[in-house]
């Protein structure tokens, strides 16, 4: 009795701390940190990464979570066919207080890196362009430690597991989240659920709150719905048409269920103008109870949440959108080939042979470079190609159209069969002054 009195003070004490405003003010301030100018944009493998990767280790820690990771996160390096790509994951985890369930694990993640700065000529000077980041995605990764914080104060209260980790390099084809559950965790079947946290900044102002079911669960659909039943009062609305990418798709090919929760991006998403001044703090605290009890639910169920194969169409797993899965080029037993040539071959030969400089930003002495991602398909053609970084539109739109008028590639092979890979290139355009 003297144990369950305990509970229920300490207990009280939680919620009034929780009840208090001071929430939005630290989901603010991590936010101006993260989304300093400092920290020149957070692009993996950067001096910036790893200082906000410093930063969430150091709030973890302090919160009273169990650090998995070493100060700045654990490193980590995957080769590409032209280039290596370095960057860091932070984990921790609050361990669940049931033996018998504190070995399975829901995995709470959101990526701490950004697309950086990047360096224009204008009339001749060099000029920095500094994108924050501040909804894309400091605002997933202040929800993330928020939450924690309140799950470490109350373990008692969760008989499974909880992980927490900041993924870097997502803009580099999810390289964190991918090397988290492929090379770092060991019992990828022990996750119960992974949760992904991507622009939760927006509010109302913009989009609804937003969730993605990508395997179409009705397990976590109705898990979703019945939170209000529970405390929760800021309920998210399911997603319509394409499921955005985001670093859950790792634990996805893995057949893990995942859940992604935004408020999607706005005019203000990857520009110089994602700045944290923009952002809904009160909405980002209203998603923070949601998310405590969403995590608290999956954490104390009887049972793991279904398996993917038990309830994919067709009894297929593996599958977005009905289509067939797609491989990372770290994947693959062979990468496709462009004309005897890898992704390098194919930005000298191609893209740069036939690209050309729209007229708008050429008279603006606009420059830049565009990320596009592309898949290449079983029959080698080029597919769903489109710009996921860039600060022009028309710079944007030129990218896109080079890519998609690709010849064939030889495509790529895992065990001898031919498969899907996507690739992410960075497409330069760049003005140099004339005498």
Request: charge should be negative; aromatic fraction near 12%; glycine fraction near 10%.
């Amino acid at each position: 009795m003297k144990r369950l009195a305990s509970i229920i003070v300490v207990a009280g004490l939680s919620a009034a701390l929780y009840a208090q405003s001071d929430v939005a003010e630290r989901l603010e301030s991590h936010v101006r940190c993260l989304a300093s100018d400092s920290l020149m944009g957070r692009r993996a493998g950067t001096p910036g990464e790893r200082s906000a990767a410093d930063y969430v280790y150091n709030c973890l820690y302090e919160a009273g979570v169990s650090m998995l990771s070493p100060s700045g996160g654990q490193e980590f390096a995957i080769a590409g066919e032209s280039d290596t790509v370095f960057s860091r994951n932070v984990v921790g985890v609050v361990d669940g207080y049931d033996p018998a369930y504190k070995g399975q694990y829901i995995v709470v993640g959101a990526n701490i890196d950004h697309i950086g700065a990047n360096t224009m000529t204008v009339d001749g000077r060099k000029t920095v362009q500094i994108f924050p980041g501040a909804d894309d995605n400091a605002s997933g990764v202040a929800v993330m430690m928020e939450v924690a914080r309140r799950v470490a104060a109350s373990s008692f209260f969760f008989k499974r597991s909880v992980i927490f980790v900041a993924f870097g390099a997502k803009e580099e084809g999810m390289a964190g989240s991918w090397y988290f559950v492929n090379r770092t965790f060991d019992a990828p079947d022990s996750i119960s659920l992974m949760i992904d946290l991507r622009t939760l900044g927006c509010g109302a102002r913009t989009a609804a709150f937003t969730y993605y079911n990508p395997f179409a669960s009705p397990e976590l659909t109705r898990l979703v719905s019945g939170l209000s039943e529970v405390g929760a009062f800021y309920i998210p609305e399911p997603g319509d048409g394409v499921v955005p990418s985001g670093d859950y798709l790792p634990f996805y090919e893995r057949n893990i269920p995942v859940l992604l929760l935004t408020t999607g991006p706005d005019l203000n998403s990857r520009t110089t103008r994602d700045r944290p001044e923009y952002l809904d703090y009160e909405a980002m605290d209203y998603i923070c109870d949601f998310l405590y009890n969403m995590i608290r639910e999956v954490a104390n169920m009887e049972m793991m949440i279904d398996r993917p194969e038990e309830y994919a169409p067709g009894g297929e797993a593996g599958r977005i959108s009905g289509e067939e899965r797609v491989y990372s080029p770290y994947e693959v037993d062979s990468a496709p080939e462009f004309f005897k040539g890898d992704v390098g071959t194919f930005l000298r030969e191609w893209v740069y042979t036939y690209l050309r400089y729209p007229d708008i930003p050429l008279s603006q002495g606009v420059s830049g470079t565009v990320t596009v991602e592309f898949v290449i398909e079983k029959d080698g053609s080029v597919t769903n190609v489109r710009a996921v970084r860039g600060n022009d539109q028309y710079l944007e739109d030129e990218a896109v159209r080079v890519i998609s008028a690709s010849p064939k590639w030889k495509p790529g092979t895992v065990g001898g069969q031919k498969v899907r890979v996507m690739y992410s290139v960075p497409v330069e355009f760049r003005l140099e002054k004339r005498k």
